[in-house]
């Protein structure tokens, strides 16, 4: 009788797939960097140039660029996979449901937020935030960044039924998405102040290995809920 594949092949597997996808469709994979390239171009125009105001505006400006590029991809998470029906085999795959679905939001991650955050230095630039603030926003995104693409896939998995979700997918994220976008761009500004700033960054941190556990279950059992 043959072996089944150990966790670590699944998985290897599902990220060459959704790589490959991801590649066939690499114009609508640059939409979320270049959307955030346009919010934070376009606080300087309507600012002005003033230092000291883009400086104190900058973490809130690119954490909010962020947080809406990654929503703008959000819908995509599992619509395709119900489309071309391959979402009813993920459900009777042999491998864990969750797993499975961990390894979506990897891809969603690195497909998103990761170009972002590698951008992130030219948006600081753009706002002209100071040098030594980089340090702080780059950390808060690093540690931010996954814990937005875990919450946001619960609630695509709730809404993946639903046509034309994606209004809805909106209100229902976007209040759990505020809690990630204050202590992001809190722990900058509190840097900014020279206040003790590591407190936020450890507190999104014990989120995000929280959501590392229960948010590919619970996703898991919201895909079969709503697909049920």
Known sequence: MARAPSLLAVGRAQLERDLRLVWRRRGDAAQPLLFALIVVALFPLALGSGATMLARIAPGVVWVAVLLAGLLTLDSLF??????GSLEQLLLSPAPLAWLIAMRVLVHW?????P?????PLFAELLQLPRPLLVPLMLSLAVGTPLLSLVGAIVAALTVGIRRSGMLLAVLALPLFVPVLVFGSGAVVAASQGLPWSGAIYLLAAGLALALVLVPLAAAAALRIALS
């Open 79 to 84: 619509r395709s996979d119900l489309e071309d």
């Open 110 to 114: 690195l497909v998103t937020a990761l």
């Open 116 to 120: 972002l955050l590698l951008a992130t």
